[in-house]
């Protein structure tokens, strides 16, 4: 007996329903039924179906209201944290836009340098940056600042004033400062502009010698120190000190662009990845540095900082005077992910041009020596040994 078309229909429709509440059965127990209690990868069925009834009972029962959004980059960063390697991470987007503008050696801002005044915590501008919007706007060092945009920043914390200027998205930002030597509180105009940040800062000392620190590797490092080193050659310079005791490192780039505007020819460092795959990085030797040096190094000396130390201490170029340094021998890389978040994770160790794996172990300086409360003994030293050097 053949079925009518009306039957049909119904079947039809009776067993798409049926489906459909298979389906929610599936999807149900994948949810709730009791998660595998043996180890599994982040990737796996059971993980999903565990974050599912985590966020299951936090819509529930959670009392507070919920950003899923900071939840989800929680996760991830807390995936990547699951490596238990403090140099690998997690940014979103907008945070790795803030890194990469650091690295590079750029920020957006007005041009001040911001402290925190000991003897009553007031936030003063300890230096404006010549030229800067600032300066052009009338900020002048010493100013105490008052308001940024209207909103009370005479207590707040350096890091605190910093963040608020930098997440300013407006091309100009309005700030209150209090000038004690006319007592006046001046309220300024001042342009939010791309600015360069100095990671090199130069000094002519007594008896022709140059002093140079730098505080980090950025893209702009090698340039700074460049222009540093011409001034003081232009200055008479008979040696140099090169104080790297509060640089914590920065970009290989950075730190290689540096090492090969002045070192002689021949290997500066290497890497080699978990594949063994080996890269070397080499100083072409065309403007090479012709006075003694000596190298400030500490425990606070590390990264790329301890990569242009053990370069300067293989191939004898300078002396290493301090204490024994920090003891990071290993490089992270960063890759972009679909949505413009940012994975860094360490990819390989690096080695000084004679081999030596410096990581947990530090460089040990040719002279350690230890600082007093007092007295710079490290800076005394090299000054010591400089001078015999240049009268030779």
Aim: glycine letters at 8%; one cysteine or more.
């Amino acid at each position: 007996m053949m079925e009518s078309g009306g039957g049909k229909k119904k079947s039809f429709i009776l067993g798409a329903v049926c489906a459909v509440i298979v389906m929610i059965l599936i999807r149900q127990a994948v949810v709730y039924l009791p998660v595998s209690p043996y180890v599994t990868d982040p990737d796996s069925l059971s993980a999903s179906k565990k974050t599912r009834q985590i966020m299951r009972y936090v819509d529930r029962y959670y009392l507070g209201n919920v950003d899923r959004q900071q939840l989800a980059d929680t996760m991830y960063l807390g995936l990547v944290a699951g490596l238990g390697d403090p140099y690998s991470t997690y940014f979103t987007k907008d945070e790795y836009e803030t890194v990469t503008m650091t690295q590079h050696g750029e920020y957006r801002g007005i041009g001040i340098t911001i402290t925190t005044r000991a003897e009553d915590g007031l936030l003063q501008i300890l230096a404006v940056t010549p030229d800067g919007p600032a300066e052009k706007a009338g900020v002048k060092d010493g100013d105490l600042v008052r308001k940024i945009n209207g909103e009370d920043f005479s207590h707040a914390t350096t890091s605190e004033a910093a963040e608020a200027i930098r997440g300013i998205e407006e091309d100009t930002l309005e700030l209150t400062v209090y000038r004690e030597s006319t007592e006046e509180e001046l309220t300024f105009t001042v342009s939010m502009e791309k600015l360069e940040s100095y990671s090199v800062r130069e000094t002519m000392l007594e008896d022709g010698i140059g002093y140079i620190e730098i505080t980090s590797f950025t893209t702009l490092t090698a340039k700074q120190f460049d222009e540093a080193r011409k001034t003081l050659e232009e200055e008479g310079m008979k040696a140099l000190i090169v104080d790297l005791r509060i640089n914590r490192g920065g970009l290989v780039s950075g730190v290689y662009d540096t090492l090969n505007s002045f070192m002689p020819e021949g290997l500066l460092f290497y890497t080699e990845n978990k594949n063994g795959s080996r890269k070397e990085f080499s100083s072409k030797g065309e403007n090479v540095l012709e006075v003694p040096m000596a190298v400030l190094v500490s425990e606070n000396t590390a990264s790329a900082a301890e990569i242009f130390s053990g370069a300067v201490k293989d191939h004898n170029v300078a002396v290493l005077i301090g204490t024994v340094t920090f003891g990071k021998g290993i490089v992270q890389d960063s890759y972009v992910l679909a949505d413009g978040s940012v994975l860094k994770l360490t990819v390989s160790h690096y080695y000084t041009p004679n081999g030596t794996d410096i990581h947990t172990f530090g460089i040990t300086p040719d002279i350690e020596i230890e600082n007093t409360e007092e007295e710079d003994l490290q800076f005394e030293k090299a000054v010591e040994i400089l001078k015999e050097k240049s009268a030779q």
